[in-house]
């Protein structure tokens, strides 16, 4: 095994809670977590106080606040609208798993798995779910919800729930993909948008159920955002989907739940992913979509089952670190390759937590700085690593 860490830089420009490097937000958020349990300091009736309100905002200062509550008077119903917020998941997920608070859990799955309302509408059903068994078998706290006037309610996620989709939705979400990604200009379109069966067309696999099970378009002159949910799609009437449609009837690659594979290298998808739909796709295993132009976050822990992840060759500016609440991909994933992107990070906070199965890591051709911590040791299956 040998290893080898590119350009440094200097570590007070990339640290999350310094502040440029003043030290500031670092102290108060110690003295926030050293408070946490004091009433008023940490949280003050469940709501979170002022001491570390503070050291959040500076934390993650110039990150996206701004969440909306939506109220439908009507059904006596509300929903969150932009609550994902991964430093701020990142800032409670540490106190969470420190200082080992409920209330620190409930926020960091609220920023972390994203939007939710009631009645028991999750946006990503699976991460609340892992979120729900870590803090119930960490330290025996059931999940509140916070970003919603529901303090006397408790999250009731349906794990363990199978997700699937019928036939006609199927077909749909393929629809969407094609429409969302130039397809009447792929490199090879047989079959697709016709009346033949959906299995038939190029680059689709199928069980006995007609259930996609695996996509390979590699090198296949796709373009566009990243399919999870496709935008701008047209009904099999020829009419085109309202923005009004796809939030409500959102179909793309996180309706193919029974998907084992995907294979979209070597193409031109732009933008970033969103990454909380896909981690309800039970069955992915495989997941590569090297070799594009790709942007923002790394989340090489997709969906719980992954074994292989090359989200290699795009423009990926930084990487998740790995949680410990999701406990099944942690210990699935055996490759990861985030090479030649522009990634900045602390290669300490990569490793955190890094699956203690993982065989093949490669991050070469980025601009990680910091030192290798000694828990690469602890990693035995381990036998390539590259961070040159």
Known sequence: LTSSIG????????????????????????????????????FE???VAPLCKEAESCSCEGSNDDFEEVIFAYYNYSE?????????????????????????????????CGDYGY??????????CDFYNYAQNEFGHTLKPKALNTSLREFNPSCGQSWSSDSEDQRTSLQAIYEGTNGQNWSNNDGWMNETDHCQWYGMSCDGDKRVTGIDL??????????????????????????????????????????????LA???????????PLYSLHSLTHFDVSGNQLSGEVDALVSPSLTYADLSN??????????????????????????????????TDIFENIPPNIEQFIASNNQLYGSLPALLNDLPKLRQLNMS
């Open 7 to 42: 350009d440094m830089g200097s570590a007070s420009d990339h640290c999350c809670f310094c502040n440029g490097g003043s030290g500031g937000c670092d102290d108060l958020r110690s003295k926030c977590q050293k408070n946490i349990n004091v009433e008023g300091l940490g």
């Open 45 to 47: 009736d469940g709501v």
């Open 80 to 112: 969150t609208h932009g609550l994902y917020n991964e430093c701020k998941c990142d800032f409670w997920w540490r106190l969470c798993k420190d200082a080992g608070v409920g209330e620190a859990c409930d926020y960091s799955a609220e920023y972390c």
């Open 119 to 128: 009645w028991d509408y999750l946006n990503s059903p699976t991460c609340y």
């Open 218 to 263: 590699r090198d296949n002159n796709l373009a566009g955002q990243f399919p999870v949910y496709a935008r701008n799609f047209t009904y099999s009437d020829g009419t085109l989907a309202a923005e009004s449609d796809w939030q409500v009837n959102k179909y793309g690659l996180a309706n193919l739940y029974n998907l084992k594979t995907l294979d």
């Open 266 to 276: 070597d193409n031109m998808l732009t933008g970033t992913i969103e990454y909380l």
């Open 314 to 347: 795009n423009h990926f500016t930084s990487m998740h670190r790995f949680k410990k609440y999701k406990v099944l991909p942690l210990q699935t994933l055996r490759f990861c390759d985030v090479s030649n992107n522009a990634i900045q990070n602390d290669a």
